[in-house]
């Protein structure tokens, strides 16, 4: 059986690339606070796992509107992604290169679906997790201490509460 790893490899790629960009660091400590870690491998790790169900949409979706939202998802995420990696090589984090074990399940729960279904789920799952992201990132730009790091969450908020607002309209107009 032949196995479609292209979300996986394009993640991964974009994860290489990035990381490729990194300064070589000796083994060094990180200039970020726990808290600040955290949320910045937290960030990495969900920027990481829409890239991969936004290509999973790509190839199963059959609403048009759901596979651009998918690619711009794509877009949006890949650009955070490489920027909150290049952050984390600036400061001594090592980036986490996987995704958490919850974006796996939805990953896998929405690969057993097909069409209309998919189309459904997968904008379900969209609107669920920007509402946490938006939420998280609110949060983060209060309490995160790097200077950086805070420009990175300030900057990037606006572009999740877009995601949030877009899935929205595509969920209201799916269910009159």
């Known amino acids: ?11 991964l790629t974009l994860l290489g690339a990035a990381l490729c960009a990194l300064p070589v660091r ?4 990180s200039s970020l606070s726990a808290s600040d870690r955290h949320f910045l491998n937290a960030a990495i790790m969900g920027s990481m796992a ?4 936004g290509h999973l949409a790509l190839q199963k979706a059959a609403g048009n509107d759901v596979r651009q939202f998918a690619q711009e998802m794509i877009n949006d995420h890949s650009r955070a992604s490489g920027k909150f990696v290049r952050t984390a090589g600036r400061k001594g984090v090592v980036p986490p290169t996987t995704v958490g074990a919850d974006a ?3 990953y896998k729960r929405l ?3 097909e069409g209309a279904a998919f189309d459904r789920a997968y904008m379900q799952a969209m609107l669920e997790d920007h509402q946490k992201d938006v939420a998280e990132f609110k949060n983060a730009s209060r309490s995160v201490r790097d200077r950086d790091l805070h420009a990175l969450v300030v900057a990037t908020l606006p572009v ?17």
Do not use: D, F, W, Y
Not at 160 to 176: C, T, V
């Open 1 to 11: 059986m032949i196995r479609n790893h292209g979300p996986r490899l394009a993640v």
């Open 26 to 29: 000796a083994a060094t400590k």
């Open 50 to 53: 829409e890239v991969q169900l």
């Open 104 to 106: 796996l399940k939805t």
């Open 111 to 113: 690969s057993a679906l």
């Open 160 to 176: 999740l509460q877009s995601h949030l607002e877009m899935a929205r309209k595509m969920m209201q107009s799916a269910n009159p």
